[in-house]
C-alpha cells in the first residue's frame, strides 16, 4: 500500500486534465464563418419634447420653451434626421399683438437622438417669414438653435 495514495491520484489527475484541454485548443485561435453581424437600425417612434417634457409626435402645437410657442403647425417631414412644419409664432414677449395675430414662421428640428426604443428632436430653429414684423422685443427671443428637452433613460 502507498504512503501517499491521494497526491499521486490528484497528480495523475491534473496530467490527464492538461492532457485533455490541450487536446481541444486550436493553435490558430478562433475561426468565424460567414459576414459579421451587423446592428439593426433603431426603430419605433420620433417624438419632440414639449417645455415641460412631454413627448409628443407630430404636434399641432408646442410650448418650445417657457416664453415661445407655435401652433396650427403643419408637417412636410417627421421622423427622419430633421423635421420641418410651417406653423404661428407667439410668446409673452410678443403680447399683446401676437395673441390675436401669431407670426407665421418655418420650424426645423433637428438633432436626432436615438434611445432604446424611441428618438427625440434635440433642437428647434425657427425661422420667420417675415422678420421685419417682429417686435423689437424678439430681438431678446432665441430663435435659432432652440435646445429641448429631452428625457432621460
Not at 111 to 133: C, F, M, S
Request: hydrophobic fraction near 35%.
Amino acid at each position: 500500500m502507498s504512503r501517499h495514495p491521494f497526491s499521486v491520484r490528484a497528480a495523475c489527475g491534473a496530467l490527464l486534465g492538461v492532457l485533455l484541454l490541450s487536446g481541444c485548443a486550436e493553435r490558430e485561435g478562433l475561426y468565424v464563418q460567414g459576414p459579421a453581424i451587423k446592428p439593426s437600425p433603431a426603430t419605433g417612434p420620433v417624438y419632440v419634447a414639449d417645455a415641460m417634457g412631454q413627448p409628443l409626435r407630430r404636434p399641432t402645437s408646442v410650448g418650445l420653451t417657457e416664453f415661445t410657442g407655435l401652433s396650427d403647425l403643419r408637417w412636410g417631414d417627421w421622423g427622419g434626421a430633421t423635421a420641418r412644419a410651417t406653423g404661428k409664432l407667439s410668446g409673452n414677449w410678443c403680447l399683446p399683438g401676437c395673441a390675436e395675430k401669431p407670426y407665421d414662421v418655418t420650424v426645423t428640428l433637428s438633432g436626432l437622438e436615438k434611445q432604446e426604443r424611441v428618438a427625440y428632436y434635440r433642437r428647434a430653429t425657427i425661422v420667420p417669414d417675415r422678420p421685419e414684423e417682429l417686435p423689437p422685443s424678439a430681438v431678446k427671443v432665441q430663435l435659432q438653435g432652440i435646445r429641448l428637452s429631452v428625457p432621460a433613460f
